[in-house]
């Protein structure tokens, strides 16, 4: 069976950076459109990040100049780096994946992914 595994979560300042990384493991990496989301404590998962096969991105508007979504195909994984952190950035974040295509107006929506990582969690103090 197929999984994600989510690294690179932690504390930092507000103002820092992080760098998540997520391995695909034998899953067939190449037919997957990849993404990145988070839940907040109270609050629903929400879409952070997204790439498709051919590398096209979505990303949230509250991320956008501060997140970027890259991927490695030949080490089948997915990264997230993450600058500039602010508090509301604080969250768990998930890995996922979608066999399936993903039209693009449902690229950042959870409902799209079909198999997820556990997460690993983000902390930014202001």
């Known amino acids: 069976q197929g999984q994600l595994a989510e690294s690179g979560g932690g504390s930092v300042q507000a103002g820092g950076s992080l760098r998540l990384s997520c391995a695909v493991v034998r899953y067939n990496y190449n037919a997957y459109c990849m993404g990145w989301f988070r839940q907040a404590p109270g609050l629903e998962r929400e879409g952070v990040a997204t790439?498709?096969?051919?590398?096209?991105?979505w990303y949230a508007d509250s991320v956008k100049g501060r997140f970027t979504i890259s991927k490695d195909d030949a080490k089948s994984s997915v990264y997230l780096e993450m600058n500039n952190l602010k508090p509301d950035d604080t969250g768990v974040y998930y890995c996922?994946?979608?066999?399936?295509?993903?039209?693009?107006?449902?690229?950042?929506?959870?409902?799209?992914?079909?198999?997820w990582g556990r997460g690993t969690v983000v902390s930014v103090s202001s």
């Open positions: 996922a994946a979608s066999r399936s295509m993903v039209m693009a107006n449902d690229m950042l929506s959870p409902g799209s992914y079909a198999f």
């Open positions: 790439i498709n096969r051919v590398g096209l991105t």
